[in-house]
């Protein structure tokens, strides 16, 4: 994405791949970088695939205390995305169950194009989109507060999806890893939330989240933490009159930053120490066309997360084919940045969330070749709460102008996205 990383023409030598067809819109991908690395603020136009409709089986699990509590088989299906902004799609998300007492969802969900990369692990391209939303459970005879949570519907969720092929292979197909959460109380229907709840049905010490493809193992993985360099952060203002003023701006080069690990818990249950909750300290510094600004986590701004970002390590895809052997973390917290794209917006901290993989060794895209894989790929984005979201706004040709504040727990749109590679 961001220069000093690998060209389209390099990554195909590299790779021994063939030369991309010529009519790309054919398949769901295409090997090459995505158009955002046109210069810090610069008006940008994403160059990304016609991303199918796809069906996967999937886990769907509570987790109780921090440990497993239940997992129910389920079949899903994630839609196309639709685009109402140059970066922000909706998809259709449906959730079936395959074994007796699991969930019933139907669900409108917004993505947020976050970036792409080639995976050296698996010889495909892949590319990320970050995903929140509300989840609507139908009926179901699971027991109370599982599978469905002890309050009415809607339940918000974030997560991601990457979307993973190889249009130069025999089979031009989509793969996914898809992955959505609805956290612990005390962040869901917490105090800072946007739709509080009374602590016997904001489920403080139970959490839910649907996985995909079904070979998933949860449990505590590694932490994703280290030194980065040389990706970006990238804006996309929402302007004044969203969603008709929202902009893609090209990307901000990171120049460095370090993650670090600060202790580990349960998150929202004070008497068990450690656990799979990781609590973490970040700063790092971006390059805009020569003018710097920083980006750091903001301590004691919420007292659950009171180093300012935290990750539930929730487990690890295992096999031979994508995403096999990949460890997945769901991030949430309060990041503060001094956006050079936009100099007089609200300074107060942004919410943030997102998620971490690790483990598949990846090349990112660039005009200069530096064939120096990673296998860490953090991606958070900024929460843009619209003032009415019961139900989500979803944009339309009728749309008209919808504000927007900083917040969580309820379905948002993203003006910013963090691209990290901590190693």
Excluded at 22 to 34: I, K
Excluded at 90 to 111: A, D, N, R, Y
Excluded at 235 to 249: E, H, K, M
Excluded at 380 to 404: A, M, Q, R, Y
């Amino acid at each position: 994405m961001i220069t000093k990383f690998l060209s389209s023409a390099a990554l195909v030598a590299a790779s021994f791949l063939a030369a991309a067809p010529s009519t790309p819109a054919q398949v769901p991908c295409h090997v090459g970088d995505d158009g955002l690395d046109v210069g810090c603020c610069k008006e940008a136009k994403p160059k990304l695939p016609d991303f199918p409709e796809v069906k996967e089986k999937g886990v769907y699990a509570c987790i109780g205390k921090c440990k497993l509590e239940k997992a129910f088989k389920v079949e899903v299906k994630l839609g196309k995305p639709q685009w109402f902004t140059c970066d922000q799609a909706v998809f259709e998300l449906t959730v079936s169950p395959q074994t007796p007492g699991g969930p019933s969802i139907s669900s409108k969900i917004i993505g947020k194009y976050s970036r792409t990369w080639y995976s050296l692990t698996h010889g495909r391209q892949v590319w990320r989109f970050l995903l929140n939303g509300d989840w609507h459970f139908g009926p179901s005879i699971g027991v109370q507060g599982c599978p469905t949570p002890p309050h009415a519907n809607p339940s918000h969720v974030i997560g991601s999806v990457d979307y993973a092929c190889d249009p130069t292979g025999a089979d031009p197909g989509a793969a996914i890893a898809l992955n959505l959460s609805h956290l612990p109380g005390c962040i869901s229907h917490g105090s800072l939330s946007a739709r509080p709840l009374p602590n016997a049905q904001a489920h403080p010490d139970r959490s839910y989240h649907l996985v995909a493809p079904s070979n998933f193992a949860f449990g505590s993985v590694n932490d994703i933490a280290g030194s980065f360099k040389e990706e970006a952060v990238r804006s996309s203002p929402s302007g004044n009159c969203y969603p008709w003023s929202a902009r893609c701006l090209g990307e901000a080069a990171v120049v460095e930053g370090e993650l670090a690990t600060d202790f580990k818990n349960c998150l929202c249950i004070d008497d068990i120490d450690g656990g799979p909750w990781v609590h973490q300290k970040m700063k790092g510094e971006v390059d805009c066309s020569g003018a710097s600004s920083v980006f750091s986590t903001v301590d004691g701004f919420d007292p659950n997360i009171p180093t300012g970002l935290a990750a539930l390590r929730l487990g690890r895809w295992s096999g031979n084919t994508f995403p096999g052997n990949l460890e997945l973390s769901v991030y949430v917290g309060y990041l503060q940045y001094f956006d050079p794209c936009v100099p007089f917006a609200d300074l107060s901290p942004h919410r943030v969330c997102g998620v971490g993989t690790s483990g598949h060794e990846g090349l990112l895209f660039g005009p200069t070749p530096v064939l120096q894989p990673y296998k860490n790929f953090l991606d958070l984005e900024d929460n843009l709460i619209p003032k009415t979201h019961d139900p989500i706004p979803v944009p339309t040709s009728l749309t008209v102008c919808i504000p927007l504040s900083k917040g969580f727990g309820a379905p948002a749109f993203s003006s910013l996205v963090w691209n990290l590679n901590p190693e």
